[in-house]
Nanobody, 115 residues
């Protein structure tokens, strides 16, 4: 069982930055893939970024060059740096952890970008 707790969301103006954090209850060095999804009102949940145990990353085209995912194994925490934010980035952002057997989700953190 892995519990994930997100933090760092909030209200920011377009062009601004935020850093989201996801604290895991288990050592993340043993977790295959950790990532961030988002869900905007009336839209499906979509992948934002992923990072594997080996450090490989994958980003949605809409956030490439603006968002950066990273992990700190010592702190069991994954981060998502959001730069050059746009109004269309407004969503609830969810942290995920994919182990060999299960997918885990956090409760989400709201990011609102005002134009």
């Amino acid at each position: 069982q892995v519990q994930l707790v997100e933090s760092g969301g909030g209200l920011v103006q377009a062009g601004g930055s935020l850093r989201l954090s996801c604290a895991a209850s288990a050592p993340i060095f043993s977790i295959n893939t950790m990532g961030w999804y988002r869900q905007a009102p009336g839209k499906q949940r979509e992948l934002v970024a992923q990072i594997t145990r080996g450090g490989s990353t994958n980003y949605a085209d809409s956030v490439k060059g603006r968002f950066t995912i990273s992990r700190d194994n010592a702190k069991n925490t994954v981060y998502l740096q959001l730069n050059s934010l746009k109004s269309e980035d407004t969503a609830v952002y969810y942290c995920t952890a994919v182990t060999g057997l299960n997918n885990y989700w956090g409760q989400g953190t709201q990011v609102t970008v005002s134009s």
